[in-house]
């Protein structure tokens, strides 16, 4: 099994650009879910979905979508990049539950925002 | 919401000396609490988990312990290992999301 994949690993964009992180994940886990790490400030939560269908935001949802037509892939999408979303992104899984289940965390990506 | 606050933010010990790491959460909601390990470059790998009926749990040179009514959870590794230098998040969860601490760097000197 290759767990939580999420691609690319980095990325340079522009100011204003858009672009769609992929997270994929094989285990058939229905809570998915996107973070953000900033130095000094642990994770935080974007947007998480209990299921296909189904999304609801996190502590820091502005400035990001998220959709979930399928159980396996749950993408995130900047609409207009701005330099403060500058951050390491992961993407997690995790069977049922939502915040208290073990999660399951991709390797990241990496995004700068000129 | 919740409000995770972990410390210390770095802590250096020797090679065979025990690390502790203390968080704090203010939600009497929150009924999960796990630790990850973050290794440079990777994603957060939970290393183990408490929930909230038991008070301590042990897993060879890991353990964690929680007080409910205090509101706080720690971490101890005993005999520390340079392979176990890395960054270690805290977090406190409920049905609904899991709200991490800010981090600690242990760094374990040879």
């Known amino acids: 099994n290759a767990g939580v994949t999420q691609t690319p690993k980095f990325q340079v964009l522009k100011t204003g650009q858009s672009m769609t992180l992929q997270c994929a994940q094989d285990?058939?886990?229905?809570?998915m879910s996107w973070y953000r790490q900033d130095p000094g400030m642990g994770l935080r939560l974007i947007h998480y979905s209990v299921g296909a269908g189904i999304t609801d935001q996190g502590e820091v949802p502005n400035g990001y979508n998220v959709s979930r037509s399928t159980t396996e892939d749950f993408p995130l999408r900047l609409l207009s990049a701005a330099p403060s979303q500058t951050s390491v992104y992961f993407c997690?899984?995790?069977f049922g539950g939502g915040g208290n289940q073990p999660q399951h965390f991709g390797d990241g990506t990496r995004l700068s925002i000129l | 919401g919740e409000n995770v606050e972990q410390h210390p933010s770095t802590l250096s010990v020797q090679e065979g000396d025990s690390a502790v790491i203390k968080c704090t959460y203010s939600?009497?909601?929150?009924?999960?609490f796990p630790w990850y390990k973050q290794e440079l470059g990777k994603g957060p790998q939970l290393i183990i988990d408490i929930r909230s009926n038991v008070g301590e749990k042990k897993d060879q040179r890991i353990a964690v312990t929680l007080n409910k009514t205090a509101k706080h959870f720690s971490l101890h590794i005993t005999e520390t290992q340079p392979e176990d230098s890395a960054v270690y998040f805290c977090a406190a969860g409920s049905a609904r999301q899991l709200t991490f601490g800010s981090g600690t760097q242990l760094t374990v000197l040879p």
């Open positions: 939600d009497s909601a929150s009924n999960y």
């Open positions: 285990m058939n886990h229905e809570y």
């Open positions: 997690a899984s995790s």
